[in-house]
């Protein structure tokens, strides 16, 4: 549900949101109840009384769309723990430390076991050429921006045009093309602190840049069963 105390609104949207409220929680007293009903009779009453005109209802509508978009924007945000790149970075160093040297009292693994650490598959995100695309391109990127802490203009309607696979395919690709620059962060780290170390041995940049190529996949179906 919206954090109205994040996003500041109006009387009118603060008052629904308190009647959303109070209705969810009736809902154990009255499991039969349709709560979507009884908000949309709330509005009509309103409407009927003139308490809210076409006018309003659009503003209304505005003024939630954007409070949301914005409440999204900072839960992305949170989800991935932050967007200071400089904190994920050094979050990547340490995780790339700690695998190499578990314990930080003794002295660093063997490089045979630094190998297989990170050459073994751990993770791997796929990412889907469905229809879930329910924003805007432009409204997708602008609330990327705004979760990564570069607030951007959000002026216009949210509503998707007609989407085909061609452009969630290539949705899909810029996904990827991030989370690739994202792995190679990684790989960096990796390398940096192999390279720092003792382990290094005859050949090692060639193995270890072959190594950690593949502790994490990705992948993207194009035309997957599901697809339509």
């Given at each position: ?84 790149m ?31 650490l ?54 899909a ?35 270890h ?20």
């Open positions: 549900m919206l954090d109205a105390t994040a996003n500041p609104l109006g009387p009118a949207a603060q008052d629904l949101l308190a009647l959303t409220a109070r209705i969810r929680e009736s809902a154990d007293e009255d499991p039969f109840g349709n709560p979507v009903l009884l908000i949309a009779l709330a509005i009509s009453r309103r409407m009927r009384s003139g308490e809210l005109d076409d006018p309003g209802i659009r503003a209304l509508i505005a003024e939630l769309r954007d409070a949301a978009f914005t409440d999204r924007a900072r839960r992305l945000a949170a989800y991935v723990g932050g967007t200071d400089s904190a994920n970075r050094a979050v990547l160093d340490h995780l790339a430390q700690r695998l190499l040297r578990p314990d930080p009292k003794d002295s660093p693994v063997r490089w045979a076991e630094y190998r297989d990170v050459a073994r598959a751990r993770f791997a995100a796929v990412f889907t050429a469905h229809p879930t695309f329910t924003l805007p391109v432009a409204i997708g990127h602008a609330l990327a921006e705004t979760a990564s802490g570069r607030p951007t203009s959000i002026a216009g309607s949210h509503r998707p045009p007609p989407v085909t696979l061609r452009d969630e395919f290539e949705q690709g810029a996904a990827i093309a991030n989370a690739r620059d994202a792995v190679d962060q990684f790989n960096a780290a990796l390398l940096a602190v192999a390279r720092d170390t003792s382990i290094r041995g005859p050949g090692w940049t060639r193995q840049t072959r190594a950690i190529r593949r502790h994490v996949q990705l992948w993207c179906p194009w035309r997957a069963p599901w697809s339509g």
